[in-house]
DNA sequence: GTCACGATTTCCT
DNA sequence: GGAAATCGTGACA
């Protein structure tokens, strides 16, 4: 199999239909021990100063934040106690809107996944943010990349994917904002992401 | 500079 | 099912 970058109009949407759009297209890392890739089954829409749950709530701008206020189809990596956890930035420059990525489906370097997962079963390898970012071996060092562009982007993949839509999971103290319908994830699929 | 805390995972009971 | 791990970030002085 040949991957290539999406277009970067692909990022131009809003952020809702993007986080739908993203499941089952292919995530790709050419990490420089080998070729990585999965496929995206969960995203999390992150909806910017409306959403009590998103880092930008508010508008609130600062170092970390500052990447949302960018263009469309940047990556976003935030780290959460000992785990990375990777976005891509939507919405336009003045809408800090973003899209978690959940879950994946290992496709390809299955053998170098799980020599960075250790241990760990398959099966949870890639069902998780921090595991997926973990599986990959992105680091934040990849805050501000584009989403378009190697050694990390997403490529085309699947469509017609049936798509399962629910609350977002692990967001506490948030009020509303807990119970919108924010997370997209393929239906039926084993390895999405556990509810709590 | 100090301090509290989180869009999580893993280990232990 | 509960708690620790462990550090960047943001608020405040």
Redesign the pocket.
Known sequence: MNFQPISPDFFQQPTIELARNLVGQYLVHQHAEGLMVVKIIETEA?MGPEDR????YGN?R????EIMFGEAGLV?T??????T?M?VVSGPPDKPQ?V?LRAGEPIIGQELMGKF?GT?PMK?WTN????LAKALDVRMSYYGHHWSKEPLFIAPGQRDIEIEIGPR?????TGEAVHYPYRFSEKGHPMV?KYR
Request: no cysteine; glycine share 8%.
């Open positions: 992150y749950a998103a880092h930008s609130r600062t170092k970390r934040t976003y935030y780290q959460m106690h000992t785990h956890l976005n973003a978690l997962r760990t949870n998780g943010p921090g595991k999971v692990g967001i506490q103290n992401s």
